[in-house]
């Protein structure tokens, strides 16, 4: 009982020190002057969905491809077809980019592979009723999603 009780008293006694220390850190970190305070570095700002799937489309997923850009993924309900584009976050000189679409059974892929300034894409795979592999890749970053976005199963094909 000695030892337990010690062990309670100690650590009340950490405690009491771990919170005192946390209410007096606010005013220490007001007080450093703000050149010697971190500074977080700006983040590269987001890829936006840029339309070019056309009319009618929606973005339904998405997946950031590192510091690079985004994949996209987007839906038609009107046509039942989906489409991807991947866009880089800052365009520039033209790096290996890919934007690929496909589903497991019957085995169907539509890639757009090259060399790109701004985005790769856009492919279209009509897949209502089924689950969707999609993917996006910006100089060796790869980014996406296995089996997703799963339609009625009931869906006519």
Known sequence: MIDIRRAVAIGAAVT????????????????EPAAQRATAAPKAAAAQYNGVCGS?????????????????????????KNCVVTVRNKPGKAVHMTASLGFASPTTTVTDTGYFTTYAGPVYLD?????????????????????????SLAANR
């Open 16 to 31: 009491a020190t771990a919170c005192a220390a946390v209410a007096l850190a606010p005013a220490a970190v007001a007080a």
């Open 127 to 151: 897949a209502r009723g089924l689950c969707v592999t999609w993917r996006g890749e910006i100089s060796g970053e790869v980014a996406g999603k296995n089996g997703t976005n799963c339609g």
């Open 56 to 80: 009618g489309y929606a973005v339904v997923n998405s997946a950031q491809i590192g510091t690079k850009g985004t994949v996209f993924l987007t839906y038609n309900s009107a046509t039942g």
